[in-house]
């Protein structure tokens, strides 16, 4: 991972494969919530 983009992502991250095909790399916060949305 760039440096620029480790702070984004306050430390730690989930990388995943995203519907698009590409690979996401969220916060521990933003992936709760995306995977919140695919449990329904």
Known sequence: MPARFRGLLGGECVLTKGPDGCLWALGKEEWRLVA?????
């Open 36 to 40: 919140a949305r695919g449990a329904k």
